[in-house]
């Protein structure tokens, strides 16, 4: 499954010149013995759900893969493919799992036609933020879920970045009212997708290459993407200028790195547990990058493109909420895997959210004070 290269690395060995050298001696022996040290170099695919480059996602897709080469002293070699280079976006998953990659990047909740819990894993409206769901993960039993349904594709998981709080998304038209958002077309993957029909808008499920265009054309009324430091960079706020805030269907956007079980069993223990690092490390940098970034870039598009930020209506959130809980419930009651691993979520966002409540939101309120 690795493809495995060879590359000698020669060290002459000569107990006859250390001899002489010892002694005062200048004449070199006749014959050095020389030793060739072989260094296995293990050379890895990476197939990614993102645009190459993509600020955030598609670089840190990169320096993941540069930080595991640097600090396995070059052992693990992984080339990084952006989606449509090798595989397109949303085949990355068949694509680690059959072994035509050793590793994948990207969100879970692209492969929920294929198992429906895996949705679960990259966000929930109104559900975990960064900071929750890395600890439902790694001390409320959440990886212990995600890799047993991922076990039947051959697959590992493991966290490897959020983008924290999302924004609404981009809108061509006003939203005043939950009636103003019904009827529209609105690109929202995974759960979110689902909510919005709940509430008479259409979802559209559309790789991030097509967006732009699908927006301009009016083939859709509005996107969610991630935040301002990606939306700037792709130019959103060309094709909408109406940019709407809290982003309740993706409070805390997991980014997955996945491996073929096959490959990863058969690395070396120490490449194993760098590899578990490297990947951890990407988690806590890709948060870091999008917490420092978002507010320049929302500036940016606020003063200098004149894009209208706008927060959206109450009864609108209110209804998305309420509609959120009851598709959550749904998709539970009709798939036990699903049921298993929303209970784990939930039981885990309801005593986490009892914390918080004394702790984080009551500082953020306080910090608001005057």
């Given amino acids: 499954m690795n493809k495995i290269k060879a590359s000698g690395k020669w060290a002459l060995v000569s107990m006859a010149t250390a001899l002489l050298v010892a002694c005062g001696g200048s004449e070199e022996p006749e014959s050095t013995a020389k030793v060739e040290q072989k260094v296995e170099t293990i050379e890895w695919k990476m197939v990614t759900t993102w645009p190459k480059n993509a600020p955030g996602m598609g670089t840190g897709a990169q320096v993941l893969a540069d930080n595991i080469k640097e600090m396995s002293n070059g052992r693990l070699d992984i080339k990084v493919y952006a989606a449509g280079e090798l595989v397109p976006a949303l085949e990355v998953f068949d694509a680690v799992s059959r072994g035509t990659a050793q590793m994948g990047h990207g969100t879970a909740y692209y492969w929920k036609g294929k198992v429906s819990a895996a949705q679960f894993f990259s966000t929930v409206p109104?559900?975990?933020n960064a900071q929750e769901f890395n600890a439902w993960i790694a001390e409320g039993g959440g990886l212990a879920?995600?890799?047993?349904?991922?076990?039947?594709?051959n697959l590992i998981p493991m966290v490897a970045g959020n983008a924290g709080v999302q924004m609404?998304?981009?809108f061509n038209k006003e939203i005043n009212s939950l009636a103003d958002f019904q009827g529209l077309k609105i690109r929202m993957p995974g759960l979110g997708g689902e909510v919005l029909e709940k509430v008479g808008a259409s979802s559209i499920n559309l790789p991030v290459s097509e967006v732009f265009t699908a927006l301009q054309?009016?083939?859709?009324?509005?996107?969610?993407?991630?935040?301002?430091?990606?939306?700037?960079?792709?130019?959103?706020?060309?094709a909408a200028k109406y940019y709407y805030y809290p982003g309740w269907h993706e409070p805390g956007s997991a980014v997955e790195a996945i491996f073929n079980k096959d490959a990863f069993d058969a690395l070396p223990?120490?490449?194993?547990?760098?590899?578990?690092s490297a990947v951890q490390q990407a988690n806590l940098a890709m948060l870091n990058e999008?917490?420092?970034?978002?507010?320049?870039?929302?500036?940016t598009l606020v003063n200098e493109h004149n894009v209208m930020l706008k927060p959206f209506p109450q009864d609108l959130l209110i209804a998305l909420k309420q509609a959120?809980?009851?598709?959550?419930?749904?998709?539970?009651?009709?798939?036990?895997?699903?049921?298993?691993?929303?209970?784990?979520?939930?039981?885990?966002?309801?005593s986490v959210s009892e914390w918080h409540d004394v702790s984080e939101r009551a500082f953020i309120n306080a910090r608001a004070l005057e």
Avoid: M
């Fill in 168 to 170: 609404g998304g981009w």
């Fill in 126 to 128: 109104f559900g975990l």
């Fill in 324 to 350: 959120s809980y009851e598709v959550l419930e749904e998709i539970a009651a009709n798939d036990p895997q699903s049921r298993k691993v929303y209970d784990s979520l939930k039981s885990f966002l309801g």
């Fill in 145 to 153: 879920l995600w890799e047993e349904i991922y076990a039947p594709f």
């Fill in 269 to 276: 223990k120490d490449l194993k547990a760098i590899v578990r």
């Fill in 217 to 238: 054309t009016g083939t859709i009324d509005a996107t969610e993407w991630v935040g301002p430091y990606n939306d700037l960079a792709f130019g959103l706020y060309k």
């Fill in 290 to 299: 999008f917490t420092a970034r978002n507010n320049a870039a929302l500036q």
